[in-house]
């Protein structure tokens, strides 16, 4: 008789964790890409749907983040139904319901009647649809990333997670292209009309190649072993413990609070900059999309090192070191921007080391997350940390930022907003214990924050 390995990812052979990085991470992609693309094309949705007649462009570009940030509130739902799902019935038959609720309800904003067609029901339809995206956004991260970690070789769970992210700078740089693309070949009116609309329809053929390839998907070692009563390691003394919703809701809470910076830096420097450029600095379209490109790239370049990173270093330093940067550059690279005299070569070092230092939380975030949960509420569990922390502090980042510009006409707002978020993230990675990224992801009934000493901490 053969006993199991102590970690269910020793047993995964051939392409499955290739296969699993690729599935698991185009249906981000997808997300992102479609979310940037609307932050991106904000004040021509606010024209379409919200100021069909000449009106107010600050209120309107506050209607359509409205509009932005109503999805968010959607993603909790989203993560604790399709969480609960997915750790019951699997990842694989889980996202791949995600993933066409996701591609309809984008392909749908490309083909939507505007006001002046609609009238009053399109800004409707256009929030319903929205939080349709909401729902499947907060479905995508728990069990993408819960596929990634699960697949992934001992060791690299860092690297993996970080692909997550990845896909993210992707999605939104390919927004950022498409959109920049347009601007370019289009005319202002051109775009305004029916241009706007490209990008959104542009989802179906990509959804479709998303779908092959989660068609294709295995279910993860961890969750096989776990739906068959093997978890790889000795027999337990009594009944296997079902986890305590209170330690369960605590994990939840601490990461969030762990990922509280990167959720609102990540969304005001990477997707609300090009409208607070062109509706605060009076930078043009073309301006703002350069400007998003940079700090997109510079988000890109540093996402997999710090991934890396922290499989050989560890996840605390390499976040600690990202949330303690933004907070201390936050007002500096501002001012940049703010600057009249400053060249376009400082204000894009500026904006690209933004990016850099967003990175430095982001890759190793989603590894960090799934160490926190065990298999049977791993998918839940994450998921919601992700979402909440998104709800509250991505979402209604481009929506508290020009709310409060626009009563106060204080352009450092953005500034501020950075500062506080990611001073409370380097609080919570304090507790984050450096040794979590060692060994196998935790297979018990119980949750951990990270900051419990290794032995007290059950992984079977």
């Known amino acids: 008789m053969t006993t199991s390995p102590a970690d269910p990812s020793e047993r995964v052979a051939g392409r499955a964790p290739r296969r699993a990085l690729v599935a698991g991470s185009v249906g981000n992609f997808i997300e992102w890409y ?114 990634m970690t699960e697949f992934a070789p001992p060791g690299r769970r860092g690297l993996y997670g970080a692909w997550q992210s990845f896909t993210v700078a992707l999605g939104l740089l390919t927004g950022a292209g498409v959109a920049a693309v347009l601007a370019t070949v ?27 390839l989660r068609l294709r998907l295995e279910e993860t070692p961890f969750f096989r072993a776990a739906a068959d009563g093997d978890t790889g390691t000795a027999p337990s003394a009594g009944p296997e413990r079902v986890a305590d919703p209170r330690e369960v809701a605590g994990a939840i809470v601490m990461g969030a609070a762990r990922i509280m910076g990167w959720a609102a830096a ?41 991934g890396l990173l922290s499989d050989r270093i560890g996840r605390r330093p390499v976040m600690l070191t990202g949330a303690a940067l ?23 070092a500026a904006v690209f080391v933004a990016g850099v230092v967003v990175g430095l939380m982001a890759g190793p975030g989603p590894a960090m997350l799934a160490e926190m949960f065990p298999t049977r509420v791993r998918y839940t569990g ?35 907003y950075v500062t506080v978020t990611c001073a409370i993230s380097v609080v919570a990675l304090f507790t984050l ?7 196998a992801l935790p297979d018990a009934a119980r949750p951990t924050t990270g900051t419990e000493r290794e032995e007290e901490t059950p992984c079977g």
């Not at 009238?119 to 909401?134: D, F, H, K, S, V």
């Not at 450029?277 to 988000?299: H, I, P, R, Y």
């Open 34 to 147: 479609e979310f940037g693309v609307y932050g991106f094309f904000a004040t021509i949705i606010a024209a379409n749907f919200f100021t069909p007649h000449g009106g107010n462009e600050l209120e309107g570009l506050v209607k359509t983040y409205a509009s932005f940030g109503i999805a968010f509130f959607f993603r909790p739902i989203g993560a604790a139904v399709f969480g609960r799902v997915g750790d019951r019935i699997g990842r694989r038959p889980t996202l791949i319901l995600v993933l066409l609720l996701m591609t309809g309800a984008t392909t749908l904003i490309g083909a939507l009647p505007t006001y002046d067609t609609l009238g009053a029901a399109a800004p409707w339809l256009l929030t319903l649809l929205r939080i349709l995206q909401g729902l499947s956004a907060g479905g995508e991260f728990g069990g993408a990333v819960s596929i």
């Open 186 to 212: 289009m005319s202002e009116e051109a775009l305004g009309d029916w241009g706007w609309r490209l990008p959104f329809l542009l989802t179906l053929p990509i959804g479709l190649v998303a779908l092959w």
């Open 266 to 306: 990540g969304y005001t420097f990477l997707v609300v900059m090009p409208s607070y450029l062109q509706a605060t600095l009076n930078a043009t379209f073309q301006q703002a999309l350069v400007a998003t490109v940079v700090a997109n790239a510079g988000f890109a370049l540093s996402i997999l090192p710090a």
């Open 326 to 348: 933004v907070a201390v550059l936050a007002f500096p690279l501002l001012n940049v921007l703010q600057d009249p005299g400053s060249s376009a070569w400082v204000q894009g």
């Open 382 to 416: 994450l998921g919601l940390a992700y979402a909440l922390s998104n709800a509250v502090f991505s979402g209604c980042a481009g929506l508290i930022i020009t709310e409060v510009i626009k009563h106060t006409g204080e352009v450092d707002i953005p500034a501020y």
């Open 433 to 439: 214990r450096g040794e979590n990224h060692r060994g």
